[in-house]
């Protein structure tokens, strides 16, 4: 079944299905819904290939968490710094 609409909505009900037919064991129909998403999608890293519908991270999710790992090493960082530890 086509389906239609914004290509990023299409791009992901086509990884959604891709991942409810892996788990009923369509294979082939996995395969083809893994693909059409990857030729909507530029969001989808081709290297990935397959990996990218079991449940790993997106690259944007991933960016969003490098960000917050940066702030919170920065936070650590000025803390560390201007806070003494108490002297005994």
Known sequence: TKL???P???ADAYKTRAKIYRRLGNVELAVAD???AMRID???PRFW???YFYRYASPEELSKAGLIALIAIALIVVFKFT???PKK
């Open 4 to 6: 239609r609409g914004d």
């Open 34 to 36: 893994s693909r059409a």
């Open 42 to 44: 530029p969001r989808i």
């Open 49 to 51: 290939g397959r990996r």
């Open 83 to 85: 806070i003494k530890p």
């Open 8 to 10: 990023r909505a299409k």
